[in-house]
């Protein structure tokens, strides 16, 4: 097959790993920068040009979208797709998981245990607001947050207030959320493939910080999940429609709830902490499913 890893990184440890599986198990492989790549959209003839170049059809895709480049990115995804590559993560999926709020709706919708949520535009309702959230101490989320930045912990309703006014002044959209105090500073993080969850870490904060998953750090152990837990990441990844994915929850003391569902979870750390060849698990399950999607192409055509 030939296989493309749209990815900002050469060097980044899980985009070397995907590469070095896949060749090794005989697909040709190529890492593309998707940043510069460009687009020449005409009817019937859609072109992604590269280095000056046009770029061949792939058999599949693999997109590692920061999330900084979400919306370019994402476009340059959709191209690829209309182009009949198959995609470990569409341009809707990634785009969905990026938006906190739209996100928890779809995991809602389809009956996914998630934190109390609620969104809103002003503080004129505040007290409901936060009486909805389930009252202070509550989170208070940007709704385009990502590793823990514009995650507070607002103590009392007057800390609230103020941080809601200023996001609100500031025209950014956020979320109030209880907060899970009894596993603050720890979360899981559940990678799935397909309908599977191929490993779980525990990560935990290095300091008192509530949030496990900043740069500051966090650590991450090896865990067992219960069979509950594993059937809500698996949930939460088709309800997101991305089969290959990591699954942020939180163990409350009604359950275990989704934070987050990752459309690029990183490898390192899960393959690090336990032992186990996530890539080649990634590679098989794009085996399986592209040469599926390419049948089906042809059925279609
Ligand atoms: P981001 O996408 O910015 O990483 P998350 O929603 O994943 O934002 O939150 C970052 C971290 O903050 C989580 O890993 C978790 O440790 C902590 N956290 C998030 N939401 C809650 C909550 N409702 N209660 C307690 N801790 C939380």
Redesign the pocket.
């Known amino acids: 097959m030939k296989i493309a890893i749209l990815s900002k990184g050469s060097a980044n440890y899980t985009t070397r790993r995907l590469k070095e599986v896949a060749k090794a198990r005989g697909h040709e492989v190529k890492i593309i920068n998707y940043a510069k790549c460009y687009v020449a959209i005409e009817k019937d003839k859609p072109v992604i040009r590269y280095k000056g170049g046009s770029l061949d059809h792939f058999d599949a895709i693999i997109p590692r979208i920061a999330q900084s480049y979400t919306k370019y990115g994402t476009a340059i995804v959709r191209q690829f797709e209309s182009q009949g590559s198959y995609t470990t993560a569409t341009s809707l999926a990634i785009n969905r998981s990026r938006d906190k709020l739209r996100a928890y709706q779809v995991l809602a919708k389809a009956g996914v245990a998630i ?1 109390k949520t609620v969104f809103a535009r002003e503080t004129a309702n505040f007290e409901d607001v936060v009486s909805l959230a389930g009252g202070t101490p509550l ?1 208070i ?1 940007v709704a385009r ?7 507070v912990l607002a103590e009392t309703p007057k800390a609230a207030k103020a941080v809601m006014q200023a996001f609100y002044v500031e025209g950014v959209n956020f979320l109030v ?4 105090k009894e596993s ?4 899981i993080r559940a990678l799935v493939v397909g309908s599977r969850v191929v490993a779980s870490i525990k990560r935990q904060s290095l300091d008192d910080d ?4 900043t740069h500051q750090g966090g650590v991450g152990t090896a865990i067992k999940l219960t069979d509950e837990e594993t059937k809500t990441a698996v949930k939460a990844a088709k309800a997101m429609g991305l089969p290959i994915c990591g699954v ?1 929850m ?1 163990r409350s003391n009604r359950g275990v709830l989704v ?2 569902v990752n459309s690029s979870a990183s490898l390192k750390t899960p393959e690090q902490i336990t032992k186990r060849d996530l890539a080649t698990k990634t590679i098989e399950y794009i085996e399986i499913n592209a040469k599926r999607n390419n049948k089906k192409d042809k059925i279609g055509a």
């Open positions: 934190p989170i989320k947050g990502t590793h823990g930045n514009g995650v959320q209880e907060f899970i603050a500073g720890e979360d509530f949030r496990s998953n942020d939180m934070l987050e």
